[in-house]
């Protein structure tokens, strides 16, 4: 199977700080990422999706960058609040149809 | 309200015993997905399906069975569980397989 992974399993941040949440992929076939937010007791939830032809995607609070040459994704929360709170994935697509995702990243926002 | 659903949420089962969990989308999605969530492992796909009468395997097929005789409905079928299928599964819908997954709420299935 493919491996995509998370560089750090935990991550804490002030309240109105920055985030950033890293994955490494392994599939230089996969032409779809995707970023999700899993609250506790929920199913994952969509933020921003980024095609293998772009470098980067903006969205509201949002950024997602792609650096192919190390097979790199990372996801910038700006203004990180209270709410954003929650295990975040990457996930890598391949053809449109087979998705691999990551372990998570937990994100904690510090009051 | 636009939504994927899952039925039952919790099942607690016997090995062997067979069973299907459902899943209906409302959003007139032509890609469905079937994912496995375990600790420390994320969400591993199982079986997908790009349209009705097509589905295929995806990253950990053995033990289950799909079908998709319906474009709105994907269930998941467990012909004889085992206690290594003991996990929280979500069925998800989109568009497309390029296009934004909206994900149901989950089942958490215990084998004993």
């Known amino acids: 199977g493919e491996s995509v992974g998370l560089h750090l399993p935990t991550l804490s941040v002030q309240e109105g700080d920055n985030s950033i949440i890293n994955c490494a992929y392994s599939?230089?076939?996969?032409?779809?990422f995707i970023w999700y937010k899993q609250e506790s007791g929920k199913g994952p939830q969509f933020i921003i999706d980024?095609?293998?032809?772009?470098d980067k995607r903006q969205g509201q609070r949002v950024t997602v960058l792609l650096n192919k040459t190390v097979k790199h994704l990372s996801l910038q929360i700006a203004a990180t609040q209270p709410g954003d709170s929650a295990v975040y994935f990457c996930?890598?697509?391949?053809?449109?149809?087979?998705?691999?995702f990551g372990t998570g990243t937990s994100l904690t926002v510090i009051p | 309200e636009a939504q994927v659903t899952q039925n039952p949420r919790y099942l607690i089962t016997v090995t062997g015993k067979k069973l299907t969990v459902t899943c209906s989308q409302n959003m007139n999605h032509e890609y469905m997905s079937w994912y496995r969530q375990d600790p420390g492992l994320g969400l591993r796909q199982i079986y997908y399906s790009m349209n009705v009468e097509v589905t295929d395997k995806g990253d950990v097929p053995e033990g289950y069975k799909v079908s998709r005789k319906e474009k709105r409905n994907f269930p998941l079928i467990l012909e004889s569980p085992s206690p290594n299928q003991t996990s929280l599964y979500f069925c998800?819908?989109?568009?497309?397989?390029?296009?934004?997954?909206?994900f149901g709420p989950g089942t958490r299935l215990t084998v004993l």
């Open positions: 980024i095609r293998s032809n772009m």
């Open positions: 996930a890598e697509g391949v053809a449109g149809n087979q998705f691999y």
């Open positions: 599939n230089s076939a996969s032409d779809y």
């Open positions: 998800a819908s989109s568009f497309s397989g390029v296009n934004e997954q909206f």
